[in-house]
């Protein structure tokens, strides 16, 4: 893999958070409120931090994107379905985002939520890596149940489902996932303390 990931976890809260660098240029995943690891990561590659990439609303974790934006200029990325009002770019399933000589493929992966986004990292168009947020975690799956009380999670259920078995799990073996939590988070019951796994 040509891309360098950085993981940044916050015990507390067993979240998970990504700075992607290709070159010239990086990328932030459902970034923790402590921005300042991202800017001085990014410096330290000689690159800029030009896309921020939530892969959904986040009720567990205070995030750092809008001053993380208003810092570097980055866009914002979020499901188009989100019910957010902040100036956004709002994504759709099959969106590209180019960075340095990698891209990003959205994938829409409702299930968890209905705006859940998954972040398909392609080199040479070849998937090498997903970012799943709350889809799917190493070793258990994300809960339809937390999030929406006006979505029926029966309903959302089947939608975790659909995203598991027809987009994430049709991939190669070799793809890296990572997720958006580790143990001791709520958001899933059998979360194991490995950062990151594979699709097969």
């Known amino acids: 893999m040509k891309s360098h990931i950085k993981r940044y976890f916050v015990e507390g809260l067993a979240h998970a958070s990504y700075i992607v660098v290709n070159g010239p240029h990086s990328v932030v995943v459902d970034p923790k409120r402590d921005i300042d690891d991202?800017?001085?990561?990014?410096?330290?590659?000689?690159?800029?931090?030009?896309?921020?990439?939530?892969?959904?609303?986040?009720?567990?974790?205070?995030?750092?994107?809008?001053?993380?934006?208003?810092?570097?200029?980055?866009?914002?990325?979020?499901?188009?379905?989100?019910?957010?009002?902040?100036?956004?770019?709002?994504s759709r399933d099959g969106d590209i985002i180019k960075f340095g000589d990698a891209q990003?493929?959205?994938?829409?992966?409702?299930?968890?939520?209905?705006?859940?986004?998954?972040?398909?990292?392609?080199e040479d168009e070849n998937p090498v890596a997903i970012f799943t947020g709350d889809?799917?975690?190493?070793?258990?799956?994300?809960?339809?149940?937390?999030?929406?009380?006006?979505?029926?999670?029966?309903l959302l259920a089947k939608k975790l489902y659909d995203s598991l078995f027809n987009k994430v799990m049709n991939l190669p073996d070799e793809v890296l996932v990572y997720p958006a939590h580790g143990a001791g988070s709520l958001c899933g019951r059998a979360i194991s303390s490995a950062p990151f796994s594979t699709v097969g």
């Open 104 to 122: 990003i493929r959205i994938l829409e992966t409702p299930g968890h939520s209905p705006d859940s986004l998954s972040f398909l990292l392609e």
């Open 38 to 90: 991202y800017i001085a990561f990014a410096r330290s590659k000689d690159s800029e931090i030009v896309a921020i990439l939530n892969t959904h609303p986040h009720a567990d974790f205070a995030s750092g994107f809008q001053e993380l934006t208003s810092l570097t200029g980055a866009s914002i990325h979020t499901s188009h379905f989100a019910p957010v009002t902040y100036d956004h770019t709002p």
């Open 135 to 154: 889809l799917l975690f190493v070793g258990d799956v994300g809960r339809p149940d937390l999030r929406d009380a006006d979505e029926d999670p029966n």
